[in-house]
């Protein structure tokens, strides 16, 4: 294999890896935001979701969710507690938390808070943290301080004194009163960078270390809901938490691989969030908007074009709220949330996995409203599920015809598929739409939505596909694994990157794949042939290289498919090495191998240094490995 520096087969864009953030599997609410209270503030489904009355002070009547109704609409329900003569332990509520409980750790310092209105003060809050036996990990006491008889904030911080994964909360009511309380939060304090009400910081660390170009969000198909009114709106997901009005998670319906009665998107975590965690990442951030249609799996509910410009506003007040400055409308807004500085949104999606006539329809009026007013950004249209299909062919002429900047293409198949489509951008025209390769991930079962675990077989179909996307960087210019993140006790779509329970984390086999093109992207492609050609599938082989003209360094990434180990020489042409030692990192196993929890490091890779003859490289390929080489020059 001769790889060759100095014939440059075109740019690697700073964007090339990057990562695909939706709220599924648990991702958000009971995932990265950090909030520990299931159904804060009791606008769930069913007002007592996640919440049990305890003791026998409480009667009939004692504890009753009030509704505001239109009088506020955001956040109408809250919970109003009457207690007579009752000491700790008499009245009360249990919170159960997320899936499988609160993740509670010892010495780790919690914080409660709550909004309350004292109707008849008197009553002081005693919290509780227990494990699965009714043991006290940790307590606080709240006493209201305000008496102005209107809504305040106040909150208590305590440690754990022991650690527990399935934890719950308990309240207990101590005296005599009647006390309103809304928005009743827990939050740990080893948030990412310690931000009050912020967000699992070991979650993001996985994110941060991956270095990823941009971060798309929020979504997939909560973007478009199961319906219009369920579609995600980010206006309604900014300013003071409390006003953020939550929607069901388009995730709990019955199309749903796992059902989940009580998935709700609480917008803790909204647009202000995913700004500032793209920029703490140093990724560009990826908003992708409703375009005026429903998740089409589901229904074909759209809005009738003549009532499209409010959907196209969110959108250009979108631009506003990233980039304008503190005194335009939606600039201001950003700014008093605390960020004066624009966000430089660059990219913008343009509906999520929508087709038909009506896409295109829908799309064109985004264009044509998003280019005059803002004709730098970048925008995103989506050519759907099914790459091998007629429904994907007609979106991409359509798009590519109405001048689309990037097409976003999606592809859940089988290790096969990915093998067989490693060359899939050979033929890409270079000077037309840039390709996003959105969301991937080979699936054992060879379905869209799989329930199969992330297993090397398809890491290693990825890696050999990713090669693939890494030679034709010259048009792929952007590509994110899906989905990112899964929770061990409640998930409804596997394959996923990155898995956690309440109290760890790992990174699956391809979590690691992903990492290392990421963290190894280089600036240029480079050529790497064998007898002249590209390869790609040759002896089970898949091949791509890059230079990195930063740090003065030649990387190659080479993937044996096959079940022997295989002897290849790499040799490097077009620079002056500097030293005679290479850099090796190697990925391999069982095709059926996988991390877990217990195992979460069984794939994932080990470095050596190997040694050149001259300016070769003699290498031995383990069966089912991903082997990258990396070499310095001058
Ligand atoms: O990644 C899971 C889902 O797959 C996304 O929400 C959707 O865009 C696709 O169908």
Redo the contacts with the bound molecule.
């Keep these: 294999i001769v790889v060759n520096a100095a014939k440059s087969e075109g740019k690697i864009s700073p964007t090339m890896w990057g990562v695909?953030f939706?709220d599924?599997n648990m991702g958000a609410d009971g995932g990265i935001y950090a909030e520990m209270v299931k159904n804060r503030s009791f606008e769930f489904l069913k007002p007592l979701m996640g919440w049990s009355v305890k003791g026998d002070k409480i009667k009939e009547g004692d504890l009753l969710v009030l509704n505001r109704q239109d009088a506020q609409l955001a956040n109408p329900r809250f919970l109003r507690a009457t207690i007579k003569d009752a000491a700790k332990g008499q009245a009360g509520l249990t919170n159960e938390g997320f899936k499988g409980g609160m993740g509670i750790k010892k010495d780790l310092e919690y914080e409660f808070s709550l909004m309350y209105r004292q109707q008849s003060p008197g009553i002081t809050l005693h919290v509780e943290l227990v494990d699965e036996q009714n043991n006290i990990l940790g307590t606080g006491v709240l006493k209201p301080t305000d008496i102005s008889g209107k809504w305040a904030k106040q909150e208590v911080n305590f440690k754990a004194g022991t650690t527990a994964a399935k934890a719950k909360m308990n309240i207990w009511f101590e005296g005599n009163g009647v006390l309103d309380m809304d928005m009743i939060s827990l939050f740990p304090a080893d948030t990412w960078k310690g931000r009050k009400k912020g967000m699992r910081a070991d979650m993001i660390q996985m994110l941060a270390d991956m270095k990823p170009g941009f971060i798309r969000f929020p979504?997939?198909?909560?973007v478009e809901g199961t319906d219009l009114a369920n579609r995600y709106q980010w206006k309604k997901t900014i300013g003071p938490i409390e006003e953020r009005q939550l929607i069901m998670n388009r995730w709990n319906t019955e199309f749903a691989h796992r059902p989940s009665p009580d998935y709700f998107q609480t917008f803790g975590l909204g647009f202000f969030e995913y700004f500032q965690l793209a920029e703490d990442i140093g990724a560009e951030p990826l908003p992708i908007l409703n375009c005026g249609m429903a998740c089409q799996?589901n229904t074909a509910e759209v809005v009738p074009l003549d009532q499209l410009d409010p959907y196209v506003q969110d959108a250009l007040d979108l631009i506003e709220f990233a980039n304008g400055d503190a005194s335009s409308e939606w600039g201001k807004v950003r700014a008093s949330m605390g960020h004066a500085e624009p966000f430089n949104l660059k990219y913008l999606g343009v509906g999520?996995?929508n087709w038909g006539p009506q896409y295109i329809e829908r799309a064109k009026a985004f264009q044509k409203a998003i280019k005059a007013k803002y004709p730098k950004i970048n925008l995103i249209y989506s050519s759907g599920?099914d790459p091998d299909s007629d429904r994907f062919h007609f979106l991409d002429k359509e798009l590519r015809t109405m001048g689309a900047d990037i097409i976003d293409e999606?592809y859940?198949r089988s290790p096969e598929w990915f093998l067989k489509n490693a060359s899939r951008y050979d033929s890409y025209d270079r000077k037309g739409a840039k390709v996003f390769a959105g969301?991937y991930a080979a699936h054992i079962d060879g379905k869209?939505?799989g329930s199969n675990r992330n297993i090397w077989q398809a890491a290693i179909a990825e890696a050999a596909f990713m090669t693939g996307l890494e030679r034709n960087a010259a048009v792929v210019n952007m590509a994110s694994y899906?989905?990112l993140f899964a929770n061990t006790e409640g998930w409804q779509?596997a394959p996923d990157l990155i898995w956690v329970d309440n109290m760890n984390i790992y990174g699956t086999p391809n979590y690691y794949v992903q990492k290392l093109f990421s963290t190894n992207k280089g600036t240029q492609v480079a050529s790497a042939l064998a007898a002249g050609k590209s390869v790609s599938g040759l002896d089970g082989l898949y091949v791509s290289a890059v230079v990195d003209s930063m740090k003065k360094e030649l990387i190659v990434k080479l993937v044996n498919t096959r079940d022997t180990e295989q002897n290849k020489q790499v040799s490097f042409e077009g620079l002056k090495l500097v030293g005679s030692e290479a850099q090796l990192t190697v990925l391999k196993g069982h095709l059926t191998d996988q991390n877990t929890i217990d195992k979460p490091l069984a794939i994932a890779p080990t470095q050596a240094a190997l040694k050149l003859k001259g300016k070769t490289a003699a290498l031995k390929l383990p069966a089912n490995s991903f082997v990258m080489l990396k070499v310095s020059y001058k």
């Design positions: 695909f939706e599924i979504g997939g198909c909560i799996f999520n996995e599920t999606h859940y969301e869209t939505t899906a989905p779509w």
